[in-house]
């Protein structure tokens, strides 16, 4: 790589992308990597500031931007991710379906710990699109050099890929609603067609809907006859504070389900239970789920239809972001609620 001035440049070749800039209007290429500079293409890049360009010289020990960024790109990509063709000198990841992004943030950390290394993306644990950018990366000079390169590639792929995206599975779902007053009739549902809209986008087939009172013995029963009709998950609605006659937390542990967490550090969405009836999620919803657009049930429902099992470490870990700000407007995903 050789700097030359532009004045001189006339017949030699770009190894750079120049970006031209025109604020508040337009930031896109002006010059691409590879092109031969004209005659009069001189006024144009004194124009966009240029009185210096590098043309490319081969050196083994160097790797040029453009293939550094489509080499990291292509080892931190795994399953479900694509990439684009380097332009100006950054590489973007995109979702090849829809589904639930997962990032190693220690590998990603590591990776942007090493000098001239620059690799960015969405959060972990998001729900992303086809076709989106989900990460970019790019190298910060023209040109690195090898043995930088080759540590941050082995950095993304050594513990598995760096990046991916699970597809959801469409999961056979039981809701059981408890509460004496709506199974008496005094009052009608809420809940079910509020579970229908968030978990329509994800696949579910919804087996039924049964009403309960406040009977923890006829809570449990009705989570086994779903399980043993074949659902891959039970929502149970209703029942969950502290009152005396709200029993469904009593009701999923006479299952003898595994019960990971009762309450949570999200906010709106404390009250919300998570256990296990073997390999069948079980949910006891809180009353905030019906009310409010965004709550912990958002942070926790793309993870069960990705097929993840999820720990109370996790549970856990959500307090560092989970306060909802309840915006006028909602912006959910694009905020920082449930993101750590």
Not at 42 to 47: E, S
Not at 159 to 181: H, R, Y
Not at 215 to 242: C, R
């Amino acid at each position: 790589m050789r700097k030359v001035p532009v004045t001189e440049a006339a017949g030699m070749v770009l190894c750079h992308d120049i970006t031209r800039i025109i604020p508040g209007r337009e930031k896109g290429r002006a010059f691409r990597r590879g092109q031969v500079i004209t005659p009069g293409d001189i006024p144009t890049l004194l124009d966009l500031g240029k009185e210096h360009i590098y043309v490319w010289e081969s050196e083994d020990s160097l790797i040029h931007e453009d293939e550094a960024a489509l080499s990291l790109a292509r080892h931190a990509a795994g399953p479900g991710l694509k990439w684009d063709q380097p332009n100006q000198g950054r590489v973007n990841l995109r979702p090849v379906h829809d589904g639930l992004l997962k990032v190693d943030v220690d590998q990603l950390n590591r990776v942007n710990s090493l000098v001239d290394i620059a690799m960015a993306t969405a959060h972990n644990n998001r729900v992303v699109k086809k076709g989106q950018i989900v990460a970019g990366t790019r190298v910060i000079p023209l040109a690195i050099r090898r043995e930088i390169l080759e540590e941050a590639e082995e950095i993304c792929s050594q513990a598995g890929p760096m990046i991916t995206v699970k597809p959801f599975q469409p999961l056979w779902l039981g809701v059981v609603t408890t509460g004496s007053e709506v199974y008496s009739g005094r009052i009608q549902d809420g809940f079910c067609s509020v579970i229908k809209q968030k978990t329509a986008p994800f696949g579910a087939k919804v087996m039924g809907q049964v009403i309960v009172p406040d009977d923890p013995f006829l809570i449990s029963k009705e989570i086994h006859q779903f399980v043993a009709g074949g659902a891959e998950l039970v929502l149970v609605t209703g029942g969950m504070s502290v009152d005396p006659d709200d029993v469904t937390p009593v009701g999923i542990r006479a299952t003898g389900a595994e019960v990971i967490s009762y309450g949570a550090p999200v906010l709106p969405g404390s009250m919300f239970m998570l256990a296990y009836l073997g390999h069948v999620p079980v949910c006891g919803l809180p009353g905030c789920v019906m009310f409010n657009s965004v709550t912990i049930f958002d942070l926790i429902l793309p993870r069960i239809f990705a097929g993840e099992r999820i720990s109370r470490s996790e549970i856990v870990s959500l307090g560092h972001g989970g306060l909802c700000d309840e915006c006028g407007e909602c912006r959910f995903p694009a905020c920082s609620f449930g993101k750590s």
